[in-house]
């Protein structure tokens, strides 16, 4: 056998002992957050985690997207990442593995983050960068079902290999750069900015460089104002033409003051998750004049270009978003520049020049961030900008209040100043105390940056661990329909469930459910739900057909078949064929109020018996001085209109009540009927409590046959 040579030897060794820190830092961390995802009990990031755990399933069952049945675009490769996890079966350890899968990859952002510092910095500070990379706040999104823990990781490897194409341009790093590249969109849609970040980079880096800047300088005064207008005339060339293509654009710029200040509000709440310092000495050496190296102008362009597309990118958004959705903090859409902020704020440490007009030029612009970003602190977890998470934290644990919270981070833009204003000192002295005092200084510093980052980022993942045990009371097993129906094709047929985190986390748990219909026409959101039509007053359903043997309904409607398990206010069935609704009651919310009007409808065959039909109305649940409810109940034949839908025919009887608050009444009207039949109550005098319904009665409707 032949020896290797020494020197060989020698380069593996001090290739393992290089790569051990990082390592073990890969461990540590993956292990924390891999802990994190097991307290997180159940979804509640409504309807994105669904929509992705539903096409990841789909594609490892069958090959192929699909949503509740129907066939549906991937849309990004995220689905196809998590797909190997659903091959576990059952939903419970196929949720486990999906959220390790996402803790395994979004943690191995460090390597490509220390791969991006490792050409510009030494190693030590590299470490540093991968460290804080893979510790921001937002890897609290480990524990949910969307794209953030996949796409991280890639943006940070095309921030890799696009920093290595430009500073060392040979043909296999370019390569490699535009294949990142233009992968990334495919990965998250959003990270088709890195498409034109990585245009603007390659730009920059050709105007920073000598020959352009020797061209640049020897243009004459109309020369250079030509080519200003030039650049402009690009600039509103490149707006109408989005506009024109991107009705998100078209309107987010329209507002263009709530983009400004949206995404100033985006850039401060992710000034704040990553320490403030960081950005601060990354503003400093950004502004900081001349780069007269490579590596520096390299630098830049990258910075420069990854800051302006992914803040113009939010801001826009976050400008639509006000429009049809809500006014948030879109910090969600700028983590992607932390690898690059951090190995930029070691970078200006490392040079130990900071120049004071650039510091106080930076300290200005982040203490202007600082003070008009909305800290959302007295909230648990504001999911779209965990950044703010450790504000948050300090507000519930040590009872920090806004006043308070504000000369904390001013304290810490302070102290940055004093930082960057000491390793400008320990660059110009030859004192051995001072320069090791300094040392010491920064090495601190980097610890406490990780620190705090760490901080944000377990306060945010407790805070949305606690949320999802909370948002919604589950049955045990949740999975209860999966078990009763060996997973084989199931009918869901509801109503109200629209915004219903009740639905979509039954949905999630239980993978039989392929089929959604719902008797008041709303529809969960994701793929196709049907409501009924009705062929006849017997209940017969008409309109799509399906086979499935199983259907579960909630408990205000009734399907015809045998009754099996009962669970969570559900009840399953085995169905009869064809498909037919019994009953349904509409609009009684699932507290059992209703507000201005509520109805029974009971189906029926010729020759079924007559009974009694029971409406309890009540005011216990709302004791005190409140006007009284009057209502009106109505009792008529069943009919089916032009539209296949069950309506009020001719009249039977009708009855008049008063429920009062005071005292507190509760009774039962009964009504003598033969299905088919319907039941429509009518209400005057109500009260608001403080959810701001408009509630009348507490009504329920039952309906019992006669005993032949």
Known sequence: MTTPPDDVRRSVLDRLLAAYPLLLAYIVLLVLYAWQTTKHSTPWNFTDELKWAMLS???????????????????????????????????????AAAKYLNAAVMTASLVPAYALGRLYLPRIPAVFAALATASIPALAYTGLLIPEPLAYFWSTLALYLLARALLRPTWSAVALAIAATIIAPFVRSQLVVVVFGAVLAAALVLVFGDRARALIGSWTRSERFGAVVLLIGGIVFADVYLAQHSYEWFIGTHFWHRAFTYGLWAVGSFTIGVGIVPVLLALTWMLGGRRDDREDRALLAL??????????????????????????VWERNLIYIAPIVFVVAARCVAAGRPRVLPLVAAAAATGYLLASTPYHAYEHFYSDAPGLSILQWLNRTWSFTITDLKWLLFGILAYGVALALAVGRRSQTTNRVVRHGVAGLISATAIAVIAWNLTGEITAANSSNSFAKTIVALPSPPDWIDRATGRERTLFVGQGLGNSNQFWSIEFWNQSIQDVWTVDGSSPGLGQTWTPNFAGVDGEVSGPRINDRWGIASGNITLAGRPKELAGGLQLYALDHPIRITSFTSNVSPDGWMGDQSSFVVF????????????????????????????????????????????????????????????????????????PFRIDVSARGFFRPADGRKLSVQ???????DKR
């Not at 789909?58 to 490769?77: D, N, V």
């Not at 597309?309 to 959705?325: D, G, P, Q, R």
Request: aromatic share 10%.
């Open 604 to 675: 029926g065959k010729p020759g079924d018996p007559p009974g009694t039909a029971l409406v309890t109305v009540s005011r216990q649940a709302s004791c005190g001085d409140i006007a009284p409810a009057r209502l009106t109940i109505r009792l008529t034949r069943l009919r089916i209109d032009e539209n296949a839908q069950p309506v009020a025919g001719h009249p039977l009887a009708a009855k008049h009540v008063v429920v009062r608050s005071n005292p507190c009444q509760r009774f039962p009207v009964p009504l003598q009927a033969r299905p």
């Open 699 to 705: 009504i329920g409707y039952t309906f019992t046959p």
């Open 303 to 328: 910075l420069i270009s990854s800051v302006v597309a992914f803040v113009l990118y939010a801001a826009v958004k976050a400008s639509y978003e006000s429009t049809i959705f809500s006014i948030r």
């Open 57 to 95: 399933r789909s594609i490892a069952h069958t090959g192929h997207g699909m949503l509740q049945g129907a066939s549906a675009a991937a849309g990004s490769l995220y689905a196809y990442f998590l797909a190997p996890a659903w091959w576990a079966g059952a939903t419970a350890p196929s949720y």
